[in-house]
Every structure is written in structure tokens, then in C-alpha cells.
């Protein structure tokens, strides 16, 4: 086995990682809603308005546990970004894992905060950036990640 897979699979807490981000996902693909402004590039504060007007009150209930699942997803995911990517950059490894991770907490927490409080819903225009940019931010992450695991030997794992 190459030395690559040899320091993953010494590292419990990726490992861990990667089987709650698998049980979570699969969860929330099986549990959760037919559709989801988390999975989308981008959409307005209007699309997002019309979206949740839109949904029945166990499209709702849905949508709301799948939020929950979510931020487990978050810290999983974000746990695989930090791991993987201080096997190579220890000291750009925090900061730069945080920054998909923060976003999507954002959209999921205000999402949230949205289906909870439809009686005085908060204005959802800004919803969609932060949604791009978390798209945006993790797929730059995971380039300079695969990059660097490439081009390089790795660091024992601790």
C-alpha cells in the first residue's frame, strides 16, 4: 500500500471523520427533503422566500431535521479539510478548513432560525451569496488540498 494511504488510515480521527460524514450524508439523502437551497450554486432572497412558502408542513419538518444532520455534516467535513490538509500545511490548516465550515454554518443556522420563526421571517436577499461562497470556498479548499497531497511527502500523522 503507498505511503498516501498507509498515514490516512493511521489517522483515527479522519477515519472517524469520514464515516460520520458517510452515516450523516446517507441519513440526510434517505431523511430529507425532495429539494434544498443547501444544495443549490446560488439563488436570490427571492427564490429562497418563494421556496419556503412553497413547502407543506412535513416539507418543513423535513427540511428542519435535515438542518440539524447538517451541522453535524459541517463538523465533519470540516474535520476531513483540517486533517487531510495538516498532513501537508500544519500552520495553514485551521484558518484556512474554517472558512467553508463558517459559511455554512451561516446559511444552515439562519435557514434554521428561518423555518423556526415563520411567523417573522428575517429577510433572506444576502442567503445566497453566502451560500455561493461557501460552494466557492470549499471547492478552492479541496483544489489546494488534492494539490498539495500531490506534489509532496506527507507528514506522519499524530
Known amino acids: 500500500m503507498s505511503p498516501f494511504f498507509l498515514t490516512i488510515f493511521k489517522d483515527k480521527k479522519l477515519i472517524f471523520a469520514l464515516l460520520g460524514l458517510v452515516i450523516i450524508g446517507g441519513l440526510i439523502a434517505s431523511f430529507g427533503p425532495e429539494d434544498s437551497l443547501d444544495a443549490k450554486l446560488y439563488y436570490s432572497g427571492n427564490e429562497a422566500s418563494l421556496f419556503f412558502s412553497s413547502l407543506s408542513e412535513a416539507a418543513v419538518q423535513k427540511y428542519k431535521n435535515q438542518e440539524v444532520l447538517d451541522l453535524f455534516f459541517i463538523f465533519f467535513y470540516t474535520t476531513i479539510f483540517y486533517r487531510l490538509l495538516r498532513l501537508r500545511k500544519p500552520e495553514r490548516a485551521f484558518l484556512l478548513c474554517l472558512i467553508p465550515g463558517i459559511l455554512d454554518y451561516s446559511e444552515t443556522l439562519s435557514i434554521l432560525y428561518y423555518l423556526l420563526n415563520a411567523q417573522s421571517p428575517i429577510p433572506l436577499n444576502w442567503l ?7 460552494w466557492f470556498s470549499g471547492f478552492l479548499l479541496s483544489l489546494y488540498i488534492a494539490f498539495i497531497l500531490v506534489t509532496g511527502p506527507l507528514r506522519q500523522s499524530r
Not at 445566497?128 to 461557501?134: A, D, H, R, S
Open 128 to 134: 445566497g451569496y453566502v451560500t455561493f461562497l461557501k
